[in-house]
């Protein structure tokens, strides 16, 4: 794939949330998934068609953030991205709360760091958008709501407190989620506790082109 530059290019990195079952080639017609990231990059690349925005998706489903680490190279730096947007954490979680030996250990701000640090060194002028990870209290997380519950907390505190860190623009989903939930259901957004239907991906991509445009990156998008 060329990596010539034309428009601002914005990449969209995490698990399943982001991956949306996204094509593998080149194909325009699936390239970006049916996640938020479609929505995002359909309404941007829309109404910015005069500047050509790019925008790549290479969310992977199961991701942990130790495994964006492991694959950062190439899905990321080698794409030299003007904007890095990340959503990550839930199935660090996860993987904890099933017992499984990948979540021994809690790997989640040292490899979060890690993904950060490099992009730092190696990308200065790229602007990182991280993502705040959420659940709602149905399916897998309603199980055990309480311990659920302590894990996205200390996950957000920590990506809200490496989003101060690294200068990046931070954008709040719990509290979005949790009014959506006042309305309907929490399945309804989040059919599973974790994963969103068509109307929880409107509603991230709705509170990440606030965030941007509010945080003056849209303004680059329109350079």
């Known amino acids: 794939m060329s990596t010539t530059k034309t428009g601002t290019i914005v990449l969209f990195q995490g698990d399943s949330i982001t991956d949306g079952n996204r094509g593998r080639d080149d194909d325009p017609n699936h390239i970006l998934g049916h996640s938020y990231a479609y929505i995002i990059g359909g309404k941007l690349g829309n109404e910015l068609a005069e500047q050509q925005p790019v925008f790549y998706n290479r969310g992977v489903s199961g991701d942990r953030i130790s495994d964006l680490y492991a694959r ?3 899905d990321a730096i080698f794409l030299r991205p003007d904007i890095i947007s990340i959503l990550i954490g839930v199935n660090d979680i996860w993987r904890t709360m099933k017992g499984e030996p990948s979540g021994v250990t809690d790997r989640f701000e040292r490899a979060y760091r890690h993904v950060l640090e490099e992009t730092s060194e190696v990308l200065p002028q790229t602007k990182l958008v991280l993502c705040e990870p959420f659940i709602l209290n149905t399916g897998a997380p309603a199980e055990d709501w309480t311990t659920w519950k302590q894990w996205i907390t200390h ?12 200068h990046a623009l931070y954008v709040p989903l719990q509290q979005p989620f949790n009014d959506a939930a006042q309305r309907a259901e929490a399945a309804y957004y989040l059919w599973d506790g974790v994963h969103p239907t068509a109307a929880g991906h409107d509603l991230i991509a709705k509170e990440w082109l606030r965030a941007v445009e509010e945080g003056g990156l849209l303004k680059q998008l329109m350079s």
Do not use: Y
Request: aromatic share 14%; glycine share 0%; proline share 0%.
């Open 72 to 74: 950062w190279n190439e």
């Open 155 to 166: 996950h957000q505190q920590v990506v809200r407190r490496l989003a101060e860190e690294f």
